[in-house]
DNA sequence: TTGTAGGCGTTATCAT
DNA sequence: ATGATAACGCCTACAA
């Protein structure tokens, strides 16, 4: 080596300050500005003030990238949903947007587009950034899966339904029982021949039907044959075409179950178009409860579920989870509420 | 040191297959793995053969963290959106994932909450992780904001409006120029004395009432006082309350462009209770052309907007750009179009 | 309470 | 085309 070395050893950085540069400047060692950050109590207050004074003059950052590595726990959480689209899972995300605020975390957010095959893959690759934790929706999930949130070493959150075995915390509700009591509000207002529409079909809208099936048999009024569904995915437009299909091989119904708003609200455009009288000629009932439920002329009954709450609980009992505190509850059940509204006021007589 | 050293030198990691682990079984060095797995071509056949068998037979997985760390890159494309609960974007976030596809990147979701500071936060955390590439919504970034976007060293697609001066890329439309489009059409259908309802009044909603203030004012029919705005966010009962109270005022205003389709159904189900016959007696015109719009009863005019192309075109150019391939066009202007049905047929004469 | 030593798993650099 | 070495920035384990 000729001449002589500069002193510039090779970085590869983009020149960012490190911890050790804040460190030097601080007069102490990388480790205490580390401790400084996450554990200020370890910290002598004089030092830590002086730490913290070179932090601020450095503009000092962690890199997360390091820290991850580093620590093996990104400060990631994963959030797998089955849909975007559905305002159901805005409702959820918005909660649990608002629970995470100020914490340190991130969201990482995978839509499993109702494929268990593609949330197992999303899985796969959620759990190799190490996560904080999983929040993942239902209790349907393959067996690869569940292994994966098994051994994720970090707390789990299933959400939107509750179940047996949790594979570790659940916030939900029983979509069998909130479909069986819409139903029996239905049978109580007079209704008789029941009729149900539901698309989509994912084991949470299996539920409903089957607490909508409980509920009939129950009254000796099940018939199968006023039972559609259609692997499609909802849609407004969805629930018009159902309706009067229905329609055309049932005229006698006098009320529908709607296994969610979206269709509820193209039934009872339908009805309006065919000048089908809602709530005489027809009981009409959702679920989910929408705002929209409530301005719809008639106003549409529906099954109020506490969305917003089960994304901002979840969140907050795996970040509670994540950060040591002890979690009481494991399970949580939000229950539903019926919203009643004139579209299931009876039949006239 | 007695005895022997044991050859278990300590180990923090849970024990999954590293790189090294590959290249000792497959016989050749950790970064002719590497090499494989992100440069296949650079790699004789028959070496990458036997790496490639080591990699399936040992189950490894190359860790995003520390490769995040190495190459000072992560497989983050960070997205920032001001609401989740807005249908407009859930169709912008699903055009994203369909885009995506298969492809390494993980989308990090931000919600800004319509705050141009929350989305300054969002982004200096973003911009830690070295993402990809950022998506970041609107043309109305913070000065700040915009500084770390130009720096942030990685594509930038800002998206829902065109404007000039992009940070880098931009896919969007005309907010102005399709306000003044619906509400040419409600001048043309025969209306003349044409209201405004607007919620939120974000920077796209305040260009979509500049353009309905240009048409009309082109037509000499501009009146402030039948402009009815409110920062509240948008939803259906706040279109039927808009309605409620503009009419109360101005009892004889004969059409009413609605900034979005919430409020645009809200007004339709107020005028369904208050028996007002739409159209002819009052228009009504929304704006995104949601699904729900063509089945309404009458069906809704509205203003169609490629929201699930914005994503799915914005997230290609970006991972085309993060590919490094030539991404020709770096503004797109996807345009709109105007979806007109019963409820703008025209007045009763 | 504070510091030292070394590891986390991968990639960039430079040499062969 | 392939490899040795160091660097990425931080944290854990252990020592003082």
Redesign the pocket.
Known sequence: MRIADRGN??????G?P???DVARLA??????V??V??NP????A???THVEAAIRSLG????PN??A?????SDVIGVIVPSLTNSVFADVLRGMYDSIGGSPYQIQLGNSRYSPIEEERLLAIFTRQRPSALIVTGIDQTPASRTMLEQAGCPVVQIMETGPDPVDMMVGFSHRDAGAAIVSHLLQSGYRKIAFIGARMDPRSQRRLQGYRDSLDAAGLADPSIVMTTPAPSSVSLGRDLLRDLLSRAPDIDAVFCNNDDLALGALFECQRSAIDVPRRLGVAGFNDLEMMAVASPSLSSVRTYRYDMGYRSMKMAVDAVQGQDVETRVVDLGFELAIRESTAGPGK
Chains 1, 2 share one sequence.
Do not use: F, M, Q
């Open positions: 050893r090779k970085r590869r950085g983009a960012r490190t911890i050790a007069g102490v060692s990388a480790i205490t580390s401790r950050l996450r109590g370890k910290v002598s004089e030092l830590r000092y950052v962690p890199d390091a820290r590595l580093a620590s093996s726990r």
